[in-house]
Nanobody, 125 residues
């Protein structure tokens, strides 16, 4: 079985920063795409950032380009740095992993099979 777990969420004021971490284990086949999604209550889950292990390229949604950074600091760990946070960034953030490389600026949740339980990010003014 594959286990995915996020951490690092919390409450921060407008303009603040947070660093989210995602650890995954039990993944037998080589991972190809490491991604972060976010979801507000009553809205669809949206892709935020992704990293292709095949090419080393990073991808970002237009709404977070220049503010968020995705990276990998270990074989089984992916990070997401959130800077210049805005109230619209408030959401539950999820880590997703898949063996198929579907990494792109536009991500689809249906392409990812393994998910964490989420970590809450709240931005207040």
């Amino acid at each position: 079985q594959v286990q995915v777990a996020e951490s690092g969420g919390g409450s921060v004021q407008v303009g603040g920063s947070l660093r989210l971490s995602c650890g995954f284990s039990g993944y037998t086949y080589p991972h190809k795409c490491l991604a972060w999604f976010r979801q507000e209550i009553g809205r669809e889950r949206e892709g935020v950032a992704a990293r292709s292990t095949r090419t080393g390229r990073n991808y970002y949604a237009a709404s977070v380009k220049g503010r968020f950074t995705i990276s990998q600091d270990a074989q089984n760990t992916v990070l997401l740095e959130l800077n210049s946070l805005q109230p619209d960034d408030t959401a539950m953030y999820y880590c997703a992993v898949d063996s198929s490389d579907k990494c792109a600026d536009t991500l689809y949740s249906r392409d990812f099979h393994y998910w964490g339980q989420g970590t809450q990010v709240t931005v207040s003014s």
